[in-house]
């Protein structure tokens, strides 16, 4: 893996010192260095998708427009403008949607469609106006509701928004969409309610990640360090493999200026992926060991400020 010096075997890696050549400057260095390479192997994974999905659109365009040179008709005009819409092509979307009322679609799949490319024109105003349409005739959707709370939020209109996301929650139970009613409502300045929807999220969607750790990242921010530290807890717990978590929970332990139980869990953490680089070295192992000597020398620097 580049940027990561290995030696003859894990062990010999154990402490920060025992990487040689390193100037005592340079761990901030490595740990951007590391941060860049995360990042990179991310894009690389993301990009080809986003490619590959771009490329499905505009094929499914293609197919849809052959389909309306045969046989136009109302139900391929809106189908096509929300292909045209996620293209970021909006103009010729609301052009589509225009063309399916013209022959007839509902109005209110009609505001649907108008108010969803309202919305990605950057135009909230004309969004919730044709969202509203959609909403009061009756219309219910997942991309309505989610639309309308973020145009509202737009306008200044937080508590109507607040009332979209939750129905949304309530009739869409997804971690998406709960992360974004926790979200609206911390940006709201009130995190005890974003707290409580995310810990209904957590028991009601059986334990989903994304929701566990933006709950621990949200108890970290309001300085709620015990309730975050529990999670990490309640997290590892459950899995067999919870390196990841250890180490959230070793950062916990070095907010709450816990040095030595964060050095007994890191140790413990390298103890474990030394035995497992031992069988089959990996990436994924050989970053969360970089992460966990880190740390480690975060607990030492800390010790040493508290002996001073």
């Known amino acids: 893996m580049p940027g990561v010096r290995r030696t003859s075997s894990p062990a010999a890696q154990s402490s920060p010192a025992s990487a ?3 100037p005592a400057g340079s761990r901030g260095l490595r740990g951007r260095h590391r941060k860049a390479l995360r990042l990179g192997a991310l894009l690389a ?3 080809p998708s986003l490619a590959r999905a771009h490329a499905g659109l505009e094929a499914d365009v293609a197919r849809l427009t052959k389909a309306l040179d045969e046989a136009p008709s109302a139900a391929l005009y809106l189908r096509r403008a929300e292909k045209l819409r996620l293209l970021g092509r909006t103009d010729e979307a609301l052009a589509d949607v225009d063309r399916a009322r013209g022959r007839g679609a509902s109005l209110l799949l009609v505001s649907e469609a108008r108010g969803l490319c309202f919305a990605a024109k950057g ?8 969202l509203d349409g959609f909403l009061g005739g009756g219309g219910v959707s997942q991309d309505a509701l989610r639309t309308r709370a973020a145009m509202l939020r737009r306008l200044g209109r937080g508590a109507e928004a607040v009332l979209d996301a939750r129905r949304a929650v309530e009739l869409y139970p997804e971690p998406d969409v709960v992360l974004e009613l926790a979200r609206l409502e911390e940006s709201l300045g009130r995190p005890a309610d974003a ?8 028991a009601r969607l059986g334990g989903a990640v994304t929701l566990r750790l933006e709950l621990i990242a949200l108890y970290r921010r309001t300085g709620q360090h015990g309730l975050a530290l529990a999670h990490a807890r309640t997290a590892a717990s459950a899995l067999e493999v919870k390196t ?3 180490l959230l929970a070793a950062e916990i332990l070095l907010d709450l200026g816990r040095g030595s139980e964060a050095r007994a869990e890191l140790e413990a953490v390298i103890a474990q992926l030394d035995a497992r680089l031992a069988r089959r070295p990996n990436a994924l192992q050989l970053e969360a060991r970089g992460r966990a000597l880190e740390l480690l020398a975060r607990t ?4 040493k400020e508290a002996a001073r």
């Open 45 to 47: 994974v993301l990009l």
């Open 123 to 130: 135009e909230p105003a004309k969004a919730v106006a044709e």
């Open 20 to 22: 040689p050549g390193l």
């Open 244 to 246: 990841q978590w250890q």
């Open 195 to 202: 707290a409580r929807t995310l810990e209904q999220g957590l």
């Open 300 to 303: 030492t620097k800390q010790a």
